[in-house]
């Protein structure tokens, strides 16, 4: 094989031997390094090394894509890791071995299908958001950095503080499985140690009990037969729509006066207790003889009713509470029960919290409450001794 002292200009005039497919020219100050000239006009930078008595080659860079200089000082870096008993071929096939990430977010998203309650949710997050970013790269080379550049472009594009923390979460959730199911590329979670804002995303409202008799006489004028009975049964038990609307009848037992919740958002079943006014609208309930459910969807009597946004926003509407949410609620069942004096231990019991922090949120709802008790001490104070 001809060998020359490759320099920037005898690289620029080699050529292909006239006859032959190829014509290899190696360095004679770089051991290894070669530039490849082929018939075709193409040039390619190599390293050529022998390993364990096999030759390998390491594509540098072609011709017109790597300047000279550069390729050089790729070669000798590359030369000195053989000499140290490395192999860049063996690091190069398993660079290309670590996946993209939209092939772990497939795995991600099977998971998700398998065990989560919310798979829509993280599908749709993957799709919108995180997948056109993210889908076509490595997974080692997604670094902290630019993932926490994307964070902070997607809160300026806009997006609300809550949908960029989801998105945030899901996107560190997949590294984490892919890092549990031995996923090259996972062994570091490029989105864990990014600090997130404090996230104040609660929105507060609660009906007074004037507001919420306006309430119900406007549901029970709509024209959604069910609408006042779930309503009525939301503002009573603090239950979530989701669970009231799936409950079936052998859910109901109405002489221990309890409902059972087979399956909450915390994953855990519970026992919903019932006061005497929410036995009284589960019996007034019409009940058709093949019926399953207590809110019969008015289509098929053996599936339940999945919605009753419709019906609620005009109610709404009518009642003057506009803006308010079906999940205000299980918020203003909890404060009824806070003003009446009931501990935060006990609605947190009623509301099926996982966790007495999950109830805190609701200490302060107990003004009645607290007013009650001062006032009582100021007559107190003020009597007479």
């Known amino acids: 094989m001809p060998k020359l002292t490759l320099t920037h200009s005898s690289a ?11 014509t290899d020219f190696y360095d004679d100050t770089v051991t290894g390094f070669v530039l490849e000239c082929r018939s075709t006009g193409g040039k390619t930078y190599y390293l050529r090394y022998d390993q364990a008595g096999r030759q390998k080659q390491h594509k540098i860079g072609r011709y017109d894509d790597v300047t000279f200089a550069a390729a ?51 599908e ?28 902070a472009d997607k809160r300026a594009e806009g997006l609300a503080p809550a949908t960029v923390v989801k998105a945030k979460a899901i996107f560190g959730r997949s590294f984490e499985l892919g890092a549990r199911w031995g996923v090259p590329g996972c062994e570091r979670n490029p989105v864990r ?4 804002k404090p996230l104040n995303n609660a929105r507060e409202r609660y009906l007074t009990s ?7 006489a406007a549901a029970e004028k709509s024209r959604n037969p069910q609408l006042a009975a779930v309503v009525g049964l939301l503002l009573l038990t603090g239950m979530r729509v989701s669970e009231l609307l799936s409950t079936r009848w052998d859910h109901v037992d109405v002489e221990r006066r309890t409902l059972h919740v ?13 006061a005497q006014a929410a036995v009284g609208i589960i019996e007034r309930l019409p009940k058709a003889k093949e019926a399953v459910y207590l809110f019969a969807s008015p289509k ?10 419709h019906g609620w926003q005009t109610a709404r509407d009518i009642a003057g509470l506009p803006g308010l949410r079906i999940h205000d609620l299980r918020h203003s069942a909890a404060s009824f029960m806070a003003n009446s004096g009931v501990d935060l231990f006990a609605i947190g019991k009623v509301l099926g919290h996982a966790s007495y922090q999950s109830s805190q949120r609701y200490s302060h709802l107990a003004n009645d409450t607290l007013l009650a008790a001062v006032e009582a001490g100021a007559a107190k104070q003020a009597q007479p001794v």
């Open 300 to 309: 098929d009597p053996k599936k339940h009713l999945t919605t009753i946004k």
């Open 262 to 274: 087979p399956t909450s958002k915390t994953g855990r079943s519970r026992h919903v207790p019932l």
């Open 193 to 196: 140690g990014i600090q997130s």
């Open 124 to 151: 749709g997050y993957m799709r919108l958001h995180i997948l056109p970013k993210w889908g076509k790269m490595r997974l080692n080379e997604i670094d902290g950095r630019a993932v926490a550049q994307w964070l």
């Open 210 to 216: 004037a507001e919420a008799t306006r309430l119900l």
């Open 72 to 122: 050089k000082k790729a070669a000798q870096r590359l030369r000195s890791e053989v000499v140290m008993g490395g192999d860049p071929g063996a690091r190069k096939a398993e660079a290309k071995a670590v996946p993209v990430y939209s092939e772990l977010a497939t795995q991600h998203l099977a998971d998700a299908k398998l065990h989560q309650r919310s798979y829509d949710t993280t």
């Open 12 to 22: 620029l005039l080699a050529e292909c031997e006239p006859g032959k497919r190829k």
